[in-house]
């Protein structure tokens, strides 16, 4: 699986904005980006995956760029509520062994008001 | 309401003793999942299983064992051989399948300390 580099932590402001980044530089066709969050003393939640056009649900959207090699993880309108470790996680698809996610030390993510 | 159940959320161990940390799923999912978290650290995989009867070492499985003699049953006894044992522990479920892969569902975790 290829590895994922994110920033250790960032601070958004309530009510803007957050953009989450994540570098994949060596992502294979095959492999999609997901993100989960962890908000403190829970279990990971899933928010979203793609392969290669930019997704959109209810929860988030994640841009990924053309190359594959980085995404952005976008909360629109950040609450306090949306303050959690952030995951992005890079795995191929079928490739056997159950869903073997791989989760690194992540985006701790803190909404101020 | 269906979902992943994980109890108790807090216990102790003695040293020398066996625990087993109960993890109960009415989601009908196929797979079933054991990860540990430590202190500022990410989730590392103990045990699955893709089906009833069947499961397979992660990359932390020494001093731990598992049984999957029901579906919805993932139960996990951490032993007198780990040495190590305190940390957060988590329980996840998933179906198999194309439309359903991705998603990891986890239960709320239960913290086990050494007395």
């Known amino acids: 699986d290829a590895k994922t580099t994110q920033p250790t932590s960032m601070d958004c402001a309530e009510g803007r904005a957050a953009n989450l980044p994540c570098n994949h530089s060596t992502i294979s066709g095959n492999e999609y980006v997901y993100w989960y969050r962890q908000i403190h003393s829970q279990g990971p939640q899933y928010i979203i995956h793609?392969?290669?056009n930019n997704e959109t649900n209810e929860m988030a959207s994640l841009i990924i760029t053309e190359d594959r090699k980085s995404s952005t993880l976008i909360l629109p309108h950040a609450t306090l509520r949306d303050t959690a470790v952030y995951y992005c996680?890079?795995?191929?698809?079928?490739?056997?062994?159950?869903?073997?996610?791989?989760f690194g030390t992540g985006t701790q993510l803190k909404v101020e008001l | 309401d269906g979902g992943i159940t994980q109890s108790p959320k807090y216990l102790f161990r003695k040293e020398g003793q066996n625990v087993t940390l109960s993890c109960e799923q009415n989601?009908?999912?196929?797979?079933m999942y054991w990860y540990r978290q430590d202190p500022g650290q990410g989730l590392r995989l103990i045990y699955y299983s893709q089906i009833v009867n069947d499961f397979q070492k992660g990359d932390i499985a020494e001093g731990y064992s598992v049984s999957r003699e029901k579906k919805e049953s993932f139960p996990l006894t951490v032993t007198s051989a780990q040495k190590n044992p305190t940390a957060f522990y988590l329980c996840?479920?998933?179906?198999?399948?194309?439309?359903?892969?991705?998603?990891?569902?986890f239960g709320s975790g239960t913290q086990l300390s050494v007395l």
């Open positions: 989601l009908n999912h196929d797979a």
């Open positions: 793609g392969l290669k």
């Open positions: 996840a479920s998933s179906m198999e399948g194309a439309a359903n892969w991705e998603k990891l569902f």
């Open positions: 996680i890079v795995r191929g698809a079928f490739t056997g062994g159950g869903n073997k996610l791989t």
